[in-house]
């Protein structure tokens, strides 16, 4: 039987990543509806990095008109639980 | 013999740390594999090997800093034994006092001169003229009894110094200061001018979107790779602005490596090379921007990533600047700053439209080029990006 992973299994998981592109970050701080770019200084790059690790992680599309929803913790989430579902 | 140098990874270094060796004596190497792990004022880097051989002498310890030439291995071609001691060109190291670790008597039992004359390496005989010591009275563990600089180490009464692990704070402290020295070089040494252009980005940036959609996530492209490749092709056209300034005049490259800049997330930047730039397709110069920011990042650059750099290419864009006007690195002769991508009206066929504009600026030296070449530079950059799909 496959489990679904919570919303706090996928929250654990997105900050892990977050934290790979920004080891430096505090990302217990993080708000959940504030922008990465403006709270984790990440560039283009970084976020690019990070759609792929989120690609990876959770074997989801993310076409790049859709970027803008990957923004913020809660944006992830939403989307994640969408696409998984 | 070759001999194994503290190489210069970058106007700004004067000396780096060995880390460590990666190849112990007796180890065969090739050119362009990695020999050592040097420690620089900006990042611990992978230094590459320039010789085929057999490492015949490893003259530099672990944690030993060294000024940038000194000879630090010796590597002999496959074959017999070496039967000469280093004849180093270049001074003896110099470490900067950290540090003083005990020095172990030298214990080694040595093969005899094989006559009256005192086998000495220069650099080991500097050294022990340097320290006080009387080389006479000391027996070398080289080949037929050399003394070698290990042997002036060992019998030395002053330590040997070696340089602690930087840590974050006290890296990017030296990281400011050699970015300080080589960029007061640079405007001490280098007169400027500066140009730039405003570049229409609607047929790149629909381009890319386009190219975006079909392209799987782990292989899609950003637009500054677009710009580091019109750049690399525009100086095809302009090839003065290739170039590096040696012993009084430019010489330029026939390679074209693109110098990126690269802002580390302690602070500081680095600007490592992408290799032959103009004969990479965007898909490949994505890749490799990709891993070199990673490896920037991750402080494990190739020391030929930091030395090869022909020009270098700046995006302030992301920091919300719409116009760079760059201090070139020496000893190059020119870099191209790209500001942010951003909508301005823009006239066309008599309508007032709103378009995706960059400014594109250069920064270049007057010894080597003039306006009117850097124009002509920045005109083909414009014209490449308005035809993507050619780049």
Known sequence: ?85 | MAEFVMPTLGADMTEGTLVQWKKQVGDRITKGEIIAEVDTEKAAIDVECHANGIIDQLLTKPGEKVPVGTVMAVIREEGPPATAPLQPQHVAPQPVLRQPIPTPAAKTVPLPPPSGRLRISPAARKLAAERGLDPTGLTGTGPEGAITLEDIARASTSPVDIATPAGTAERQARMRQTIAAAMARSKREIPHYYLSTTIDLSRALAWLTAENARRPVTERLLVSVLFIKAVALALKQVPELNALWKDGEAVRSERIHIGTAISLRQGGLVAPALHDADRAGLGDLMQHFQDLVKRARAGSLRSSELSDSTITVTSLGEQGVETVFGVIYPPQVALVGFGKVVERPWVATGLVIARPVVTASLSADHRVSDGHRGGLFLAELDRLLQEPQTL
């Open chain 1, 1 to 85: 039987m496959t489990t679904i992973p919570s919303d706090a299994d996928n929250r654990a998981h997105i900050l892990r990543l977050l934290g790979e592109i920004a080891p430096e970050a505090d990302l217990a701080a993080l708000s959940p509806d504030v922008s990465f770019r403006d709270q984790l200084d990440l560039d283009s790059m970084d976020f690019l990095n990070f759609v792929i690790s989120l690609h990876k992680a959770f074997h989801i599309e993310i076409p790049e008109s859709d970027y803008p929803k990957y923004t913020t913790l809660n944006g992830c989430l939403a989307q994640v639980a969408a696409l998984r579902t």
